[in-house]
């Protein structure tokens, strides 16, 4: 079936729907979906995604989305469709460009503004040892002590884990599930479900139907959508060659293993054989000897009745040599 909707994870997709001036309500809208109640934003200014350093050598910081609430305080908002090497220092990277602008000329007492990073991530991290870590969605991140007390409360990392992210529409219980049951859905809608009758919510479905763009639009989103296939295509080509390299490496390891215990268990089964064998020749060894002694003493008997040496041989079946060692 023909899409509707856009992509909301093409870059043009997530910044049509979240980053254009007559998007600020929706992004307002997300945003306040996971702040607290006391940190809500009410007015947002979008200011420059690129960011340069203080000399031409530092490397600049391009943001997908960059604004300041009313209060001055600044949020970055960043869509991630793969894995990435060091994403994490990335984003604590890109941190540091919206904390060092506030810096003031002359005497300054350091009273920093709040700087939020809120990464979408089409991925999880992977790397959590622990349920219920590695199945959820939001991650918050402070600078905390090793009492686990958050020592400073102005930089805050939120990253959304888009795959663990599951609920169907009769599960959604709060604005945040709304609006990420909308994020990962968007491009499979054919009409906007009842839910999603409110006014923000009804404007971001207007924003993302591909019928009202216009060329250019099209075009941008077309070329954004073909990225965004042929990076999910390396990545998913990546994954699979990885998880079959996996499985080979766990067959030889498997094999090696297999091969390592058979030996155990052969010698094992070994050990068990020989002490039965030994067992059962000690048996018969035992019983030989037994019948041996009974023809010695015969022999012994007959010697002391006065028979022959041939004659005690053919009653006993002892050698000469025996016979006459008695």
């Not at 220092?89 to 503004?113: C, D, M, V």
């Not at 022999?299 to 040496?309: C, I, N, P």
Request: charged fraction near 35%; proline fraction near 2%.
């Amino acid at each position: 079936m023909k899409a509707k909707y856009l992509n909301p994870f093409t870059d043009f997709g997530f910044k049509k729907i979240f980053g254009e001036e007559a998007s600020k309500p929706q992004l307002i809208d997300f945003l306040n979906s996971l702040l607290p109640e006391r940190d809500q934003i009410v007015e947002l200014t979008f200011k420059n995604n690129e960011q340069l350093g203080f000399t031409p050598y530092d490397r600049k910081a391009i943001y997908d989305i960059y604004c300041e609430n009313q209060n001055g305080e600044k949020f970055i908002v960043e869509l991630q469709k793969a894995k990435q090497n060091y994403f994490r220092e990335r984003t604590i990277y890109y941190s540091t460009f919206p904390i060092r602008e506030q810096a003031e000329k002359g005497i300054w007492n350091y009273n920093l503004k709040a700087v939020y990073c809120i990464g979408v991530l089409d991925f999880t991290f992977d790397d959590y040892e622990s349920e219920p870590e590695k199945s959820e969605v939001v991650h918050t991140i402070n600078l905390k002590n090793q009492h686990g007390k958050v020592f400073y409360d102005k930089l805050t990392y939120i990253y959304l884990e888009m795959p663990n992210f599951k609920k169907e529409e009769h599960e959604l219980a709060t604005r945040l599930d709304k609006w990420l049951y909308f994020i990962k859905n968007l491009e499979d809608f054919q009409n906007i479900p009842e839910l999603f009758k409110d006014e923000v919510f009804t404007h971001a479905f207007e924003v993302a139907e591909l019928a009202k763009m216009d060329r250019e639009d099209w075009e941008r989103y077309e070329y954004s959508l073909k990225v965004f296939r042929d990076n999910k295509a390396t990545y998913d080509y990546a994954v699979e060659t990885a998880r079959e390299e996996g499985l080979l490496e766990g067959m030889m390891v498997g094999k090696q293993a297999g091969r390592e215990e058979g030996r155990k268990e052969g010698r094992q089964e070994g050990r068990l054989q020989g002490k039965q064998e030994g067992k059962l020749e000690g048996k018969l060894e035992g019983k030989l000897e037994g019948k041996k002694e009974e023809q010695r003493n015969i022999a012994r008997q007959a010697k002391m009745m006065g028979l022959d040496t041939s004659s005690i041989q053919q009653l006993t079946g002892l050698s000469l040599e025996e016979i006459e060692s008695l």
